[in-house]
């Protein structure tokens, strides 16, 4: 059951991440699409193929997702979190301010930065973690 819960809450906190993502990349004509941004990452390994990148990129997403997500269930095992409005505000939080610090050390390595108001992705990325974390909490409420 509790492998059922993780994969759910992966597979659907991690979509809505990515879809606020878009929508959010969308309303400010930003190129904030974690997909897009790992999947041009990828592209300096030289993978060939576009169509790959963006596979891989996905694929990266969803595992980062799911890691989250292992984390977040740990943490509730243990009794370091509950599922309240709180805990897992903070959780979002904390995923968001180390997804911040993960990007922030990927674009110093990168040869070539996207063209973008990176404070507003950090301001995108922190938020749409805490819709992550929500979603997530949300599947472990509803399963």
């Known amino acids: 059951m509790i492998l059922l819960i993780l994969l759910t809450a992966a597979f659907a906190a991690t979509a809505l991440k990515t879809i606020f993502s878009y929508a959010t990349a969308q309303l400010f004509r930003q190129p904030y699409q974690e997909p897009y941004l790992l999947a041009a990452l990828v592209s300096h390994f030289n993978v060939s193929d576009t169509k790959t990148n963006r596979y891989i990129g996905i694929s990266i997403q969803y595992f980062l997702g799911l890691l989250c997500v292992i984390g977040f269930q740990a943490l509730l095992s243990n009794g370091l979190m509950t599922l309240t409005y709180d805990s897992i505000l903070i959780y979002g ?3 968001g301010i180390l997804s911040m610090i993960g990007w922030l050390f990927i674009f110093m390595q990168a040869r070539s930065k996207p063209q973008m108001n990176v404070y507003g992705y950090y301001t995108q990325l922190f938020m749409a ?8 909490a949300g599947c472990y409420i509803i399963i």
């Open 93 to 95: 939080s904390l995923i």
């Open 129 to 136: 973690n805490i819709v992550f974390a929500f979603a997530m």
